[in-house]
């Protein structure tokens, strides 16, 4: 990756991995477009940003010709629960801007990451050690236009050479901007809560076991696929990825460690509650091991540890 666009650079992931990669490319390298959602004051005076919607393809060639853009970041996603309020925006919106990211890359014969998620797979899938082939006939929209995305970015790959490739995210935690209507985000709401008010209402029961990542590592993650050589690639889109798995209690329990008042209870949403049912416990993730290297660094203990001491400061 040379020039790159991030499309979505105001929302989770955008707003920490846009200042990583202009660490890592060059400020000047790395163009950070958002639709409605204000940027961060860090990425907007750290480098060029442009406020783009996904869905304007003209607009997106346009910004695409004028950075010299050869990698795309496609961000842009309603994420699991939300869509479930309303999935034919949810498809409209993911599709869009994954179909017009697809499209402008062809013509400019470049690169483009696109993140998938645990969602891509479903109730019928092995939910314990989650091969990297398997069954996917994910129940929410969410999921559905996921493993589309996945098929999409393939195709473009095998029919037009668009240097596609993706990892399939878990819940992924982090202290810089907020998730919005994911079936995950209790597992970063809850340090909020612990450093407010020492206690936490959980919408997802006891005992349901999920993936999940620390922020770092999904950065990383992002970066050292897009760098791998792609001789050593026999998958594209979209890999496992995961660096560690628990349910509610335990993440309670590793917070007690350092706030030994902190009480979880728990009201059940059951959107969000058959949406994390239907989805890995743990997913196997040895091809992206032994394709491209893929090790996390963080697990409960450590993630615990740096997002209480970030928050604590954070949130005084
Ligand atoms: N974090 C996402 C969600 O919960 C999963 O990719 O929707």
Request: glycine share 6%; proline share 6%; aromatic share 10%.
């Amino acid at each position: 990756m040379k020039n790159i666009l991030v499309l979505g650079a105001a929302g989770q992931i955008g707003s920490e991995l846009v200042p990583y990669l202009r660490k890592i490319y060059g400020a000047n390298s790395v163009v950070a477009a958002y639709r409605s959602t204000p940027l961060t004051l860090e990425i907007q005076e750290g480098g060029p940003c442009e406020n783009l919607d996904a869905m304007d393809s003209k607009k997106l060639f346009e910004v695409v010709k004028k950075h010299k853009i050869d990698s795309i970041i496609n961000l842009v996603a309603v994420l699991s629960a939300k869509g479930e309020n309303n999935p034919l925006m949810a498809w409209n919106i993911n599709m869009g801007s994954l179909i017009n990211s697809l499209e402008v890359m062809r013509e400019v014969k470049g690169a483009i990451f696109t993140p998938s998620s645990i969602g891509a797979f479903g109730p019928s899938t092995p939910l314990d050690n989650t091969p990297q082939d398997t069954i996917m006939r994910p129940t929410t929209i969410y999921g559905i236009s996921k493993v589309a995305a996945e098929l999409w970015g393939d195709y473009y790959y095998l029919k037009y050479g668009v240097d596609a490739r993706g990892v399939r995210y878990p819940g992924i935690i982090s202290n810089v901007t907020l998730p919005g209507g994911g079936t995950t985000d209790y597992a970063v709401e809850i340090y909020y809560e612990a450093i407010k008010n020492k206690r936490y209402t959980c919408y997802l029961k006891p005992g349901t076991y999920l993936d999940m990542m620390y922020m770092p590592d999904a950065l990383r993650a992002c970066v050292e696929l897009m760098e791998a050589d792609p001789n050593k690639l026999v998958h594209r889109n979209s890999f496992n990825v995961t660096a560690m798995s628990f349910e509610p209690e335990m993440i309670a329990a590793e917070i007690r460690k350092h706030i030994p008042e902190f009480e979880i209870d728990y009201k059940i949403d059951p959107v969000k509650q058959s949406i994390a049912d239907s989805w890995p416990n743990y997913m196997d993730q040895s091809a992206a091991q032994q394709e491209w290297g893929w090790k996390p660094e963080y697990d409960l203990s450590t993630m615990t540890v740096d997002m209480l001491n970030v928050l604590s400061k954070k949130l005084k």
